[in-house]
Structures are given as structure tokens and as C-alpha cells.
């Protein structure tokens, strides 16, 4: 079986950090594309930030840039976001997803929901931003 598990999530105030893991088991997460997508309440879900294998590629919405970096530790079979900056509209559960044969611009590019059938997903972490 094939398993992402993420953590991380909490209560953080505006302009606070958070620090999300998804760790992987069931198979060698080295093999994937992996991405973090988020889904606020009433609200589609997005690509936040994809990156590749090794983890050359990486590619993050216009909203999170420069306030979130994605990471791989494939060795610990480990996807991270760091969040920084956060504010309201970043509320939202926030999952981890898995993919073969897609470049990370497909995974998190304006397309990315055409191919959300074939991920693997976690069952996702909330993050809730309040003052």
C-alpha cells in the first residue's frame, strides 16, 4: 500500500511560520513528482508548490512565492513545505500528492486538476491563520 501522511499543520498568527512533513510509505518516494495543494473551505483546490526528483525542478504558485520553499529528503522518504508570512487567505488543508511521468509544471501548473485522478494523496493537515 501506498501512503502519504502529512503533519505539521496548527494555529499560527499572521505573519507567523509553520513547518509541513509528509512522509511517505509503501514505496520510494524517489520515484515521484511531488507536490503540496491546498483547499480552502468553499474553495477549489490549488497547487501551492511542486517539485521534481531529484529536486532540481521546483515550481510555487504566485501566491505562496517568496513566503514558501518546498523540499525533498528522499532518503527520509520526506516532503516539506516551510511556510513563512503566513496570512488569512493561506487557511486551508493542505495535502500532499504523489505523481509518475509529469513534469512539475504539469503537476502544479494552471492544468495540474486535469491530472489529480492519478496522484496519491495524503489526507491532508489544516492549517488555520488567525489573529
Known amino acids: 500500500q501506498l501512503q502519504l501522511v502529512e503533519s505539521g499543520g496548527g494555529v499560527v498568527q499572521p505573519g507567523g511560520s509553520l513547518r509541513l512533513s509528509c512522509v511517505a510509505s509503501g514505496f520510494s518516494l524517489d520515484s515521484y513528482v511531488m507536490g503540496w495543494f491546498r483547499q480552502a473551505p468553499g474553495k477549489e483546490r490549488e497547487g501551492v508548490a511542486c517539485i521534481s526528483s531529484p529536486g532540481y525542478n521546483t515550481m510555487h504558485s504566485d501566491s505562496v512565492k517568496g513566503r514558501f520553499t518546498i523540499s525533498r529528503d528522499n532518503a527520509k522518504n520526506t516532503l516539506r513545505l516551510q511556510m513563512n508570512s503566513l496570512n488569512a487567505n493561506d487557511t486551508a488543508v493542505y495535502y500532499c500528492?504523489?505523481?509518475?511521468?509529469?513534469?512539475?509544471?504539469?503537476?502544479?501548473?494552471?492544468?495540474?486538476?486535469?491530472?489529480?485522478?492519478?496522484?496519491?494523496w495524503g489526507k491532508g493537515t489544516l492549517v488555520t491563520v488567525s489573529a
Open positions: 500528492a504523489a505523481a509518475m511521468r509529469l513534469s512539475v509544471r504539469a503537476m502544479c501548473g494552471s492544468a495540474s486538476g486535469t491530472y489529480y485522478g492519478s496522484f496519491y
